[in-house]
């Protein structure tokens, strides 16, 4: 079983930065892929990241790539979503999930979802 907890989102002038966390317990952390996924008022849950096993490779959905950047330090079991450039229509609930397989774009890739945390931007 592994948990996960989000933590450092808050309210953010557009243009500004936040950046969040995902702290997880699990002992082979090294061995999951993770992802960060948002959900706005009325939409759905779409994919923001991933940072995969192998390698540390990383995705990016478009409407983020340069602009957020997500890293991970196994030895805190711990993965990081920098987010610069913050816009309005980045406001949403952000989740960090675990899973072992699958492209990492969709939630049924992923086996273990934190209870997420609230980024707000304003304008």
């Known amino acids: 079983q592994v948990q996960l907890e989000e933590s450092g989102g808050g309210l953010v002038q557009a243009g500004g930065s936040l950046r969040l966390s995902c702290a997880a317990s699990a002992p082979t952390f090294s061995t999951y892929a993770i992802g960060w996924f948002r959900q706005a008022p009325g939409e759905e849950r779409e994919f923001v990241a991933v940072i995969r096993t192998s390698g540390g490779g990383t995705d990016y959905a478009d409407s983020v790539k340069g602009r957020f950047t997500i890293t991970r330090d196994n030895a805190k079991k711990s993965v990081f979503l920098q987010m610069n450039r913050l816009e309005p229509e980045d406001t949403a609930v952000y989740y960090c999930?675990?899973?072992?397989?699958?492209?990492?774009?969709?939630?049924?890739?992923?086996?273990?979802w934190g209870p997420g945390t609230q980024v707000t931007v304003s304008s």
């Open positions: 999930a675990a899973g072992g397989g699958g492209s990492a774009y969709y939630q049924y890739d992923y086996d273990y």
